[in-house]
């Protein structure tokens, strides 16, 4: 068989493709062409001429080269007798791994690859390699559960047991149970104090040293006993026996409420201690003046009178009025001449005794007797007389006042000290 090169195109009797091909030609000439096309365009093409003279010396024993035969190889197929009257075919190896379909585990895949690492798109598998012309892994369970570890909720653990029995250990618990991977129960506490009922002390209440209500407004700080009772602190501020809660006086003895004590205010008599827990007297103002009696000058009569108009009850006086001293006076009413008054033996003195009012206004004018003209006249003081011997009268008047009275006669015998009067 001759073959050109590949850059050209064979023609010519005998050429199969681009090789010449001697089978089922008979021994003569034979005239081939070969055109080579130039790639650039402005050269022409090359065309070459050869001439291949086949003869009987040609032939093989077992045909002529290019018939069929069989080369015993199965690698091969298409096996044709050769130029030099062997037996070839062309060698099949359609993965072209090197070795032929035939004698290839894996067609279609290269078996240099089987033994190295690969990926088998397995997420439950580790270390895959290629192996009979596939990537396979090992697949990973390590708590041999069926379930591959990348998959396993519960690496370690087998995933069957989820939703079985079992003991969490947990003596506060029931019901334990799988549940994702883990033993779990449910926490036992019926009366809902926090405290399992395996470790409670007081099942259907709440603990020990929990605060609580003992229903008793006496008690304080409630708390639950070691017996599961709820107590308190009895509140006693002031050790009455009364507790605070129910005490009207709290920080004082109740039982002291009606006795008698001291408030400190002398104004007040009849001092006890009274429900609102103080000591309290009844202020004592007998005139109902606001004025306590112990404070109050006039005790049976209000201060504010003193004075203003009042009744003496005595119908020979006018102007009544409460006095400083409490009581009520009038000044004795004077009208027109008083009954004549004879002048005493103290001498002028006796001038003090008439009923003309005297605050220091009234006049007295001293007469001699059978004499109109006065002697002397003195205003205020009843203890003056004339300074001459002689026997006098003296009349008392008061500006205002429309009265006078007559005092005397009398006789001065002598003149010493504050003038003695006679007898006579």
């Known amino acids: ?3 050109g090169d590949s850059g050209g195109t064979w023609s010519g009797e005998g050429v199969d493709g681009n090789a010449f091909g001697m089978s089922g030609l008979s021994s003569g000439s034979y005239e081939l062409m070969y055109v080579v096309d130039d790639p650039i365009s402005i050269c022409p093409n090359d065309t070459s001429f050869v001439t291949i003279t086949l003869d009987e010396c040609n032939a093989c024993p077992d045909g002529n080269p290019g018939d069929t035969c069989d080369d015993n190889d199965p690698c091969t197929i298409n096996d044709v007798l ?9 060698f099949q190896d359609a993965d072209d791994d090197g070795v032929c379909d035939e004698d290839d585990v894996c ?7 089987n033994g190295t ?12 390699t290629y192996v ?14 069926g379930v591959c570890d990348e998959d396993d909720m519960c690496p370690g653990f087998d995933d069957n047991l989820n939703g079985t029995a079992c003991d969490d250990g947990n003596a506060c618990t029931i019901n334990d149970t799988y549940v994702d991977c883990e033993c779990v129960g449910t926490f036992q506490d019926t009366d809902g104090d926090g405290v399992c009922d395996e470790d409670d002390m007081c099942p259907g209440g709440p603990e020990p040293g929990t605060a609580c209500d003992d229903g008793d407004p006496c008690t304080i700080d409630d708390i639950i006993l070691t017996d ?8 006693d501020s002031d050790g009455d026996g009364v507790c605070d809660n129910d005490d009207v006086c709290p920080d004082f003895d109740d039982a002291l409420i009606g006795t008698p004590c001291d408030d400190g205010n002398i104004c007040t008599i009849d001092d006890v201690y009274t429900a609102d827990c103080v ?8 005139d109902g003046d606001g ?3 112990e404070e109050d000058s006039c005790p049976e009569l209000d201060n504010a009178l003193i004075g203003t108009a009042c009744d003496d009850g005595n119908p020979d006086t006018e102007d009544d009025l409460y006095t400083a001293d409490c009581m009520c006076i009038g000044t004795p009413i004077c009208m027109g001449e008083l009954p004549d008054l004879p002048l005493g033996r103290q001498g002028a003195l006796s001038a003090a005794n008439t009923e003309v009012p005297q605050d220091g206004t009234e006049i007295y004018t001293w007469y001699e007797v059978g004499s109109p003209t006065p002697v002397a006249t003195i205003i205020g003081n009843p203890y003056y007389s004339p300074s001459v011997l002689g026997t006098y009268y003296v009349v008392v008047t008061h500006p205002d006042y429309d009265c006078f009275q007559t005092l005397g006669p009398r006789t001065i015998t002598e003149l010493n000290g504050c003038c003695e009067l006679d007898d006579e």
Do not use: H, K, R, W
């Open 291 to 293: 004025i306590c009696d």
């Open 82 to 90: 050769q130029a030099d009257c062997s037996c070839a075919g062309t």
């Open 228 to 235: 599961c009772s709820c107590a308190g602190t009895y509140q």
């Open 117 to 128: 690492a690969c990926d088998d798109g397995n997420a439950c598998t580790i270390n895959d």
């Open 279 to 286: 000591c309290a007297g009844t202020f004592e103002d007998t």
């Open 107 to 113: 067609p279609n895949f290269d078996d240099n690859l």
């Open 132 to 145: 009979d012309c596939e990537c396979v892994g090992t697949f990973q369970d390590t708590d041999g559960d």
């Open 1 to 3: 068989m001759v073959e």
